[in-house]
Every structure is written in structure tokens, then in C-alpha cells.
């Protein structure tokens, strides 16, 4: 219950990252018009061209007073930027981290007040790298494992549904996709790919780690498929199509989304990995594993706060994605609901 | 005689093991009249239930119907069931042809609540919108004597208990109007109070809605209750076949008579044992030679041993010529039966 309340915060903190860190206002009247600008996080392309032609260069407070005296705007909750160190006199009382930097015997870019889990040695904030860090880690769990768990349930329904042939190609494809080592493939895929994104990682974890769910699909329609109320089904007319995707799915999704549970937690920590390694998620986009990247030489160094804080919130929502399975099966299963009354 | 329903000619149904061709249904032949009741009696493994799958075409590789006929006599047209494609299969199953079976306490997916299950058997066969659908499911709930239909349609199958589950099966079977319903030991998983219910609700329902009923049974009780002809199976063949009445009075073939010998009756004393068939129901892939009866009939001689009987009318006065039995021998015993009788 908890895990899933952390989970849901997570979302929410993804969906709402710019609102809650950010240097761009969540709401802006400019020149008589309105403005959303914080949306320009989530696509570049969705920010308003008109910032770009009155060279705001990113800096939004001053400029706007500058160039628009009447002009008002809301703020982030917390202003720090993800991307870009925040220069000095740039927001109210808030110094610049390069300052901070600069002189080692005061701060070093440690916690403080206004940087709340420090700086990276670059002088942006790790706490809004954390924050916006949360889109990825949701994206790339739930893409991924969309993508694998529709491969994997379709397989796997269909080799435990028909059985006979179908089932041993199937079954073999599956074997030959799980000695398929994921970190090597996806390794020389990216040096393959010209411009890697975030979203042909997200794709190659999805069309690599479908294997345990279409093992465990296919063990349940084999169990599934002798039930007395898939003949019933049949013998009132009800196509094949139908009786899989809705009799016996039904009835298989209980224990076959706890190895997709465990998936998002794998796809999360592979992101990680992967961008720890340096071939994740383009440096200048925050996710957690480039926070790590960059504490990779302070591991038990000075910049303690680069690695603790990145890896504390890979560890906190892993776990919460094994224990979310868990309750996810009690929940989704009306007999063990029934008895737990 | 009423007009057929379903006329099953020369059906052979086989099921291709590894072990070899396992041949569940051998040439059988029996006609489902209009609006009545055909009880299929035999022992587990005899070829009753494959008989019945056959007609709905259930039977999964590797059984195949390899060769006869099943034809269904739908308002006046004929439909070759055996060689019918499987689309037009599918919209036959439930809307003419439905089955109950055995177990009410799997044939219910447990994830839907059971009105929406028999909601669903609705939308199969009508374009109707799911609203309807789920009225005409109350109503067949109703139907087949569901307390407070309304509020029961929407729980879930673990609510119910093993009689009331087997009402919802029959609800379910009977949404579509079917023209045949099959049910398949649906008793004998009952308590015997519930069984008598469900088996009085069935004989309602068929003479509301008309239809006729395959009842597939190896309780002879309820043969007596429901049916109007009874086909007895042994080894893959039907080995006699009579209307009701007939078969009791006057059982022919020795294992329709071992049958009837087995049954406990009261007042017998209680150290005296049942009577039994002696020995066991012959393995499929090794029937015996000539009748395969003959390993465990007491009348047996050297002729069932080499020549496998026919279905036929015995030359006996008494019996009607609806009467068939599947015997070289059925009037020589029903003379020494007779004889032993007057003697005792």
C-alpha cells in the first residue's frame, strides 16, 4: 500500500516536474498574451517561439521585467534548473552555485538551503535533476514494458493456447531471445544507432525482456486453457480470438503482471546502468543514472550527495515496483481478495 | 414418431495418440427427436461424451470425426454438421446447439460476475446493446429460479453455491433459444436434492422453450426421470437402444441387464453384496475381438469371441420395433431369463 502511494507520487511528481523545479514560470502573461513556458520541458518545441525571438536565452525573471514591465508570472515551487547552473542575482536571494564552487573552504556544492541534495560539479542543482530525473524513469519503465509485455502475453498466449506446433516455435524463439545478453545488445545498438535517444533505449529493453512474461503467459494458458469454462465458452459459440483476450487473459493477468512489476523495476535499473555507463539518456537531459554518471568519480569522495540521493531514489522505486506486484496480484485476483476478508 | 432434430449416421470419432488410434465413437448411429429427450447411458470412457462433442464439434487434435454423418434439421433445411466451416460452426454453437457440463464449479469463469457471462452468450448471436443484454440475462436467471435475480447477476461465480451455479450454466446455455441442449452429467456432481431440482427445472424449461435435450448419464435414476429414448454405450458402440419404458421392462443385451442388476435396491438385506459386471471396461487402443462384450458376459460363447455383432431388431414378439440391440445372442437369453424366472 505504500509502495503504491510512492508509486503514484512518483507519477505525479513526474507529471508535475516542472511545476515543482524549474527556472521557466508554470503560467505567464507577456505582452498582453498568455503563456505556458514551463510546458518546454517536456518537448522544446512546446515552448513559445516568442521567447526564443526576444532572447530570453533561458533566463526568464529578469527578461520579463525587462521587456514587459506589466507582465506577471507563477513560479515553480522551487527555482533551479535542471539543465543549467543558476547564475547569480538571477532569482531572489538565491546565489549562484558557481560562486558556491568557486569557493571550496564555504560550500563545494554541498546540501544546503537553496540546493537541497547539492550540486553537481558543473553547478546544477541535483535536486531538480532529481525531480525531472523521475520523467525518465517512469517513461522508460512503462514504454518498455509496454512494449514487452505486449510481445510477451501475445506470444505466450498463443503458444499455451494452441500448443502442438505453434507452441514448440514459439517456445524455441523464446529461448533463442533469452540467451540474447540485453546490456551487450543494447550497447552495440547504440554504437550503431547515429543519434541514440531515450526512446530507442526504452524500445531495445522492450523487445528484449519480454521472455519471462511470455513464459509465464504460456504456463497459464496451458493451465488455463483445460478449464472447464474456456470449453463452456466455446460450445456457446465464442471465437478463439475471443476466449484468449478475454476468457483466459483475464483470468492469467493476476500472476502475469508480476513479472511485468519486476520488468519496470529491471527496465529502470538497466536505464541506469546504461546511462551510469555513459550510454544512456543523452547527458544534457537529467535522468538518474547521468546524476550517477557524474558522482562516479566522488564515490566515496567529497560530492557523496551525486551518488546517495540518485541512487537512494533507483533503490526506493525498484522496491516499490517488486512490492506493488505483489499487492497488484492480491488486487487483481477476486479469490485471494476473498480470502483475505 | 416425431420428426428428427439431429440424425448422427455411422459416426466414428478417433482420437490419434502416440500410442496409437484410440477409437472413441465406432459407428454410432441415433436420432435426437424434436422437443424430447435422448438419454446417452454408458460407463466413464464408453464414448458418450466425445459423441456429444462431436455433434458440437469440440473434439481438439488429436481427435477428428473420420468419418458419418450429423445432420440438424434447422426450419426445415438440413445442415451437414460434420463438413459445416468452422465460422458457420461457431454461430450454431449457443444459438442452436448449447451444452452444460459436468462441473458447475469450473464451467464458470470466476473472474466475470455471472450476469455479465450470460450477457455475453447474449451478444454472441443478437446485435442487441449490452443494457438488453444484461436484462435478458436477469431474466433468464429468473428463469431458471434464482432468488433476487437482479442483485445475484452481478456477483461473481465463488458466490454461488454448486446447484446454483449449474442454474446459472443452464441460464447461460438456454439465453440463445437453443434448438439443442446438451448436458452432460449435469447432475452428478450434485447433492442428491439439488440433483432432482435441476432436473425438474431442465424438464420445465424444455417444455417452455421446446427444445430438445442429449442428456449424457451414467445414473440410470436419472435416465428413468428425463428421458424419452435411451441409447446405452459400451466400448465405443451403442449396444442397445429403446424408448424409455421398453429398456426398463425389458433390457436385452447382457450389459443393459448387468446395469440393471447393479442398481441397490431397499429391502434387500445388507450383507448381501450388489451385484457387479465382472471384470473391467476394455482399454480403447486393445478391444477385444468380435463383441466386445464378450471378455465379461456371462452368456458369452464361441461365436461373440470371432464375430462382431450388428445393431438389430430381435425376433422376440414382445419387443416394438423400436427396439435394437447389438447382441448375436438377445433372444436365446431372454428365453433363459424368462425360464429362470418361472422356475424361481
Keep these: 500500500m505504500v509502495a503504491l502511494v510512492t508509486i503514484v507520487l512518483l507519477f505525479l511528481v513526474a507529471l508535475c516536474s516542472p511545476a515543482i523545479v524549474g527556472t521557466k514560470p508554470i503560467v505567464c502573461n507577456y505582452k498582453g498574451n498568455l503563456y505556458f513556458p514551463c510546458l518546454g520541458y517536456f518537448n522544446p518545441k512546446w515552448e513559445n517561439p516568442i521567447f526564443i525571438k526576444d532572447k530570453f536565452r533561458g533566463v526568464y525573471p529578469r527578461s520579463l521585467k525587462q521587456k514587459d514591465a ?35 573552504v564555504q560550500n563545494h556544492g554541498k546540501p544546503s538551503a ?25 517513461l522508460v519503465g512503462f514504454v518498455s514494458m509496454g512494449i514487452a509485455s505486449f510481445i510477451g502475453i501475445t506470444i505466450g498466449a498463443l503458444a499455451g493456447y494452441f500448443r502442438g506446433w505453434i507452441d514448440v516455435v514459439l517456445s524455441r524463439l523464446i529461448e533463442v531471445v533469452m540467451c540474447i545478453p540485453t546490456l551487450v545488445l543494447i550497447l552495440a545498438l547504440i554504437s550503431v544507432i547515429a543519434e541514440p535517444t531515450v526512446w530507442h533505449l526504452m524500445a531495445i529493453i522492450g523487445v528484449t525482456s519480454w521472455t519471462s512474461i511470455a513464459r ?20 456457446l459459440g465464442a471465437s478463439h480470438v475471443r476466449i484468449i483476450f478475454i476468457h483466459v487473459l483475464r483470468n492469467a493477468l493476476a500472476p502475469v503482471l508480476v513479472p511485468i512489476s519486476f520488468g519496470v523495476a529491471a527496465a529502470i535499473l538497466i536505464e541506469s546502468a546504461l546511462s551510469f555507463l555513459g550510454f544512456g539518456a543523452p547527458p544534457p537531459n537529467p535522468s538518474w543514472g547521468n546524476l550517477l554518471h557524474l558522482g562516479q568519480d566522488h564515490i566515496l569522495g567529497k560530492m557523496w550527495w551525486l551518488v546517495l540521493f540518485p541512487g537512494l531514489g533507483i533503490f526506493l522505486t525498484v522496491l516499490c515496483y517488486n512490492l506493488v506486484g505483489e499487492g497488484l496480484q492480491e488486487a487483481t485476483d477476486p479469490r485471494l481478495r476473498q480470502a483475505g476478508k | 414418431m416425431t ?23 465406432e459407428d454410432v448411429s441415433l436420432t435426437i427427436p424434436r422437443g424430447k429427450t435422448l438419454g446417452l447411458v ?24 473420420v468419418s458419418g454423418s450429423i445432420a440438424f434439421y434447422d426450419d426445415g433445411r438440413k445442415i451437414e454438421l460434420t463438413t459445416l466451416p468452422e465460422a458457420e460452426m461457431r454461430k450454431m454453437r449457443g444459438s442452436r446447439i448449447a451444452m452444460i457440463f459436468q462441473e458447475p464449479m469450473t464451467s464458470l469463469n470466476p473472474v466475470f460476475t455471472v450476469g455479465s457471462q450470460i450477457a455475453e452468450a447474449v451478444r ?36 454461488f453455491s454448486g446447484g446454483m451455479r449449474q442454474r446459472v450454466m443452464i441460464a447461460m446455455a438456454l439465453s440463445c433459444n437453443p434448438k439443442l441442449l446438451i448436458a452432460d452429467e449435469p447432475s452428478t456432481a450434485l447433492d442428491v436434492t439439488i440433483q432432482a431440482q435441476v432436473l425438474d427445472l431442465l424438464r420445465d424449461l424444455q417444455t417452455e422453450f421446446g427444445m430438445s435435450i442429449l442428456i449424457i448419464t451414467h445414473d440410470l435414476g436419472v435416465i428413468a426421470e428425463m428421458a424419452d429414448d435411451v441409447c446405452v454405450m459400451y466400448a465405443s458402440k451403442v449396444v442397445e437402444y429403446a424408448p424409455v419404458v421398453e429398456l426398463f421392462t425389458n433390457p436385452l443385451h447382457p450389459y443393459t441387464r448387468g446395469l440393471f442388476a447393479s442398481r441397490p435396491e431397499p429391502g434387500k438385506p445388507k450383507d448381501q453384496k450388489l451385484r457387479t459386471i465382472p471384470g473391467v471396461v476394455p ?47 438377445a433372444e436365446q437369453i431372454e428365453e433363459q431369463e424368462e425360464a429362470a424366472v418361472k422356475s424361481v
Design chain 1, 70 to 104: 506589466e507582465s506577471w508570472a507563477v513560479w515553480p515551487l522551487v527555482y533551479q534548473d535542471p539543465y543549467r547552473r543558476v547564475k547569480a542575482d538571477e532569482w531572489h536571494g538565491v546565489p549562484s552555485s558557481r560562486e558556491m564552487l568557486d569557493n571550496p
Design chain 2, 3 to 25: 420428426e428428427p432434430l439431429v440424425e448422427i449416421k455411422n459416426l466414428r470419432t478417433h482420437f490419434f495418440t502416440d500410442e496409437g488410434v484410440v477409437k472413441a465413437v
Design chain 1, 216 to 235: 509465464l503467459t504460456r504456463a497459464e494458458f496451458l493451465k488455463l486453457r483445460e478449464m472447464d469454462y474456456v470449453a463452456a465458452a466455446r460450445a
Design chain 2, 42 to 65: 454408458g460407463e466413464s470412457g464408453c464414448g458418450k461424451s466425445v459423441t456429444a462433442l462431436s455433434i458440437i464439434r469440440l473434439i481438439s487434435p488429436p481427435g477428428k470425426i
Design chain 1, 114 to 138: 537553496h540546493n537541497f541534495f547539492g550540486t553537481t560539479p558543473y553547478g546544477v542543482d541535483v535536486f531538480a535533476g532529481m525531480v525531472h530525473g523521475t520523467r525518465i524513469a517512469v
Design chain 2, 283 to 329: 482399454s480403447p487402443l486393445r478391444f477385444p475381438s468380435g463383441c466386445k462384450f464378450h471378455p465379461r458376459c456371462a452368456y458369452a460363447q464361441e461365436r461373440c469371441k470371432k464375430e462382431e455383432p450388428v445393431l438389430r431388431r430381435p425376433n422376440l414378439s414382445q419387443i416394438p420395433p423400436s427396439h435394437v440391440v447389438h447382441c448375436h445372442f
Design chain 2, 124 to 159: 454472441l448471436h443478437h446485435r442487441v446493446s449490452s443494457r438488453e443484454a444484461w436484462d435478458r440475462a436477469v431474466e433468464m436467471l429468473h428463469k431458471v429460479r434464482i432468488p433476487d435475480a437482479q442483485r445475484r447477476a452481478s456477483e461473481y461465480p465463488h458466490h
